[in-house]
């Protein structure tokens, strides 16, 4: 019975949160809440020092594992379901124990490497998290750059090959989100133990989802609290106990003498590569990156690339599809986050999804009339191919769709010819997009900072259009 | 007489190849058709008000859809802005359009047109969709280029091949509904510009010659029937234009035949000189219409007109 109502709560959280994910409804209460329960982009925002609405649904996803166990992992992540999946159908009984410390060793590392690079809002937060892989999934329908293709590949087979062999080994080798559950897990108050009744027949064994118990004992580190071996046990020898947390618990693994060195050498090697991230990301943002366009609500390319984890959920619901993911092309830190492309797409004028679905606050949403005026880059024509300059007639392509009327026909040489006033441009790139020259006679100059441009409306536009009575003039 | 086998040959055949050289309106041309005006100028209504009143004038919708054949309804739906903003041709019109085609028998009724901006939120904002739908019209999709093929334009200057959307090929009549604004490059736009929405590669057009181009077209194959929405017009920041301030209500509409002519009354809408407007006169030179809106016979009407 536990195993279908776990099944059917997994199946449930995964089809809910998918669909609510890809809509972009702004101020929608559920997005804000399946976008709170995974851990990384409520930090970033706390990184910022930026406490946002949904911050309680958070601290209360930290307060379950104290005195329950790891419940998100076990009912509601949709990337343990994947594996789940994958580990039903092999139906695997047996892994190494030795398994298990190793693995609980690189979630720890992986831990306290992602909090360090989260909280220095380093350009590389978003390297481990499982919640931004599993977005990332989604923005395989669309064109992603062939680094972020490497980085779902690589997701992909950590959730559908290796539980092959080793069940939930994401979760509990990879997953930062996973360790900080292990680590709450590991001093819970109510624990799962056998009593005296267990035989040591060994059935649970086999029917633990995660292959974590071993002679009638529970590996904690390894355990998800499922409770599907309260059920499995044919004694019902398994029991919910209460331990006070500075009582010590009974450890199977026995791994308190080795914990002292085991702390040493983690912050060894965390230390030394937060070093390494630092130096990256000094310098390289600035350099490589203005050549590219970010969306708009990004603020500065220190401020994207910072708080960015590079899930591109805004790339799966840009309706033009002119964010793209971006490669190695805009230096190591784009790696994985977005940028405009405009030779083939343009920044809606009327749209603001990217900044309503943005999780992590990487894009900071203030409503579309003022994303309207958020000036993101700069169109420049180039008088030397731009055809009204160069064969003295018309075109006007860019001017009649500028939506800000920045683009302006002027008569150059008795031709009508573009010029742009900077202070109105906000660097939509639909003028880009649409130049019938190749290459490009009019393009879009990237911001590092984005400001603001000039409103196109007038301060008081009647509500009603001005109305005439003349007659017809034939 | 006795008429050979050979003697009658010989006449048939002369009769027909009269028949064949003779155009036939030189042969009926002292039987009298009943005349109706070149234009018809409507003010003061509702754009579907106007509509019904103006069809009327022209003829009814069955002058020109007879029973069981297919219509193709293209309005302007470049842009992502409301009825309200004048951007798009008023969605009641279109409506109203598609109800009199119903009415006069017509088989099936599209409606499309390739957006400046996204297909599916120009469709939705600009009200047309759900109009279209709701008049019991088919809206077409129009953001692939699979939807469109190539045709070679006969006469064409600049224009000599053009992906041509398959509706505007496989419609029996093409009933063209601009919205009348002012452009940037253009000057005008209304019903030849309006043509624009029907091909695939726009840019083309834009880099070899606009006006010249839009003046081609039509060669292919012109509109049966202009009616051009003059309700809100953009006088300024044409053709998608930035707020309420570019627009002013002059509930007006031109229904004609002659797409030239009813583009030369727009102009003087826009009090414009119509020899501004390069693409009427190129337009006049291929003989697709005339300019000459002195010697048109135009019929004017008021509605609520008080006496």
Redesign the interface.
């Known amino acids: 019975m536990i195993k279908k109502i776990r099944f059917f709560i997994q199946l449930s959280f995964f089809i809910c949160s998918t669909i609510l994910l890809l809509s972009f409804d702004q101020g929608n209460q559920a997005h804000d809440f399946f976008r709170s329960l995974h851990f990384f982009p409520t930090f970033s925002y706390l990184a910022k020092f930026i406490f946002p609405t949904f911050l309680y649904i958070t601290l209360f996803m930290l307060i379950i594992p104290l005195l329950i166990g790891r419940i998100y992992c076990s009912y509601l992540c949709p990337v343990g379901f994947i594996q789940d999946i994958v580990f039903k159908i092999i139906k695997k009984t047996k892994v190494p124990q030795k398994f298990f410390p190793i693995l609980s060793f690189i979630s720890n590392l992986i831990l306290i490497l992602s909090l360090l690079l989260i909280f220095t809002a380093s350009n590389y937060q978003g390297l481990f998290d499982h919640f931004s892989h599993f977005i990332r999934l989604f923005s395989l329908t669309h064109s992603v750059g062939y680094v972020s293709f490497i980085f779902i590949l690589l997701f992909l087979f950590s959730i559908l090959v290796i539980p092959i062999i080793a069940p939930r080994f994401f979760c509990q080798g990879l997953c930062p989100s996973g360790a900080i559950y292990k680590i709450l897990n590991l001093n819970a108050l109510f624990n799962i133990n056998a009593s005296k009744a267990c035989n040591h027949c060994g059935v649970c064994e086999t029917k633990c989802p995660t292959l974590c118990i071993r002679d009638g004992a529970i590996i904690k580190e390894a355990c998800i609290t499922c409770f599907e071996c309260l059920e499995s046990c044919p004694q019902k020898a398994f029991e919910i106990t209460f331990k006070f947390p500075w009582r010590k618990r009974k450890d199977f693994l026995n791994q308190n003498k080795k914990r002292r060195e085991t702390f040493k050498t983690l912050l060894l090697i965390g230390s030394g590569l937060l070093a390494f991230f630092a130096i990256k990301k000094t310098g390289s943002a600035n350099l490589m990156g203005t050549h590219l366009v970010i969306p708009p609500g990004a603020k500065s390319l220190r401020h994207f690339y910072s708080s960015c984890t590079g899930c591109n959920l805004c790339l799966t619901v840009c309706?033009?599809k002119v964010l793209k993911s971006g490669s190695t092309l805009n230096g190591y830190d784009g790696t994985n986050k977005p940028y405009l492309d405009f030779d083939e797409a343009y920044c809606?004028?009327?749209?603001n999804a990217c900044l309503s679905v943005c999780p992590t606050g990487a894009l900071a949403y203030d409503g579309l009339a003022q994303k309207q005026l958020i000036k993101i880059g700069e169109s420049k024509i180039d008088e030397t191919s731009c055809?009204p300059y160069v064969h003295k007639?018309?075109?006007?392509?860019c001017?009649?769709?500028?939506?800000?009327?920045a683009i302006?026909?002027v008569l150059i040489d008795n031709v009508?010819a573009p010029k742009v006033d900077r202070n109105f441009c906000i660097g939509c790139g639909i003028c880009q997009k649409?130049?019938?020259?190749s290459p490009k006679s009019i393009k879009i100059a990237p911001l590092t900072i984005h400001t603001y441009a000039y409103s196109?409306?007038?301060n008081n536009?009647?509500?009603?259009?001005?109305?005439?009575n003349?007659?017809?003039?034939? | 007489m006795k008429t050979s086998r050979r003697t009658l040959l010989k006449w048939s055949l002369l009769l027909t190849g009269y028949l064949f050289t003779t155009p036939l309106k030189k042969v009926f041309a002292n039987i009298p058709l009943k005349k109706y005006p070149d234009l018809i100028?409507i003010?003061d209504g509702s754009p579907a008000q106007m509509f019904d009143v103006g069809i009327e004038a022209i003829g009814g919708m069955k002058r020109f859809v007879r029973p069981g054949q297919s219509v193709l309804v293209k309005p302007n739906i470049g842009w992502?802005r409301t009825p309200?903003e004048?951007a798009n041709t008023q969605p009641d019109l279109v409506a109203k359009i598609i109800e009199h085609c119903k009415a006069a028998g017509a088989s099936k009724i599209v409606v499309f047109d390739n957006t400046?901006?996204?297909m599916?939120?120009c469709y939705e904002?600009s009200g047309i969709k759900k109009a279209v739908e709701n008049a019991g019209g088919i809206m077409l999709p129009s953001d692939d280029e699979k939807y469109y093929l190539e045709k070679n334009i006969p006469g064409g200057k600049i224009l000599k091949k053009v992906k041509v959307h398959k509706a505007f090929l496989e419609s029996d009549v093409i009933i063209n509904v601009p919205t009348l604004k002012h452009?940037?490059?253009?000057k005008m736009t209304a019903s030849l510009k309006n043509f624009m929405g029907v091909i695939w590669d726009?840019?083309?057009w834009?880099?070899y010659?606009?006006?010249q181009a839009i003046a081609d077209f039509p060669l292919l194959r012109n509109a049966d029937l202009t009616i051009v929405d003059a309700y809100?017009v953009m006088t300024k920041?044409?053709?998608?234009g930035?707020?309420?301030?570019d627009?002013?209500?002059?509930k007006?509409q031109l229904i004609s035949t002659d797409a030239v002519l009813a583009d030369t009354?727009a102009c003087?809408?826009l009090?414009l000189n119509p020899s501004e407007v390069t693409y009427l006169k190129l337009a006049e030179d291929f003989k697709l219409g005339s300019t000459d809106?002195k010697n048109s016979n135009?019929k004017?009407i008021y509605i609520n007109k008080k006496a």
């Open positions: 309706p033009t809606s004028f009327e749209c055809i007639r018309i075109c006007g392509s001017a009649e769709h500028c939506p800000t009327g302006q026909m009508l649409v130049c019938p020259t196109p409306k007038k536009i009647p509500k009603k259009p001005s109305i005439s003349e007659d017809f003039p034939f | 100028a003010k992502n309200g004048g400046c901006n996204t599916s939120s904002n452009h940037s490059s253009t726009r840019q083309f834009h880099k010659g606009l006006n809100l920041n044409g053709p998608r930035i707020s309420t301030d627009v002013i209500l002059k007006m009354a003087k809408i009090n809106i135009i004017k």
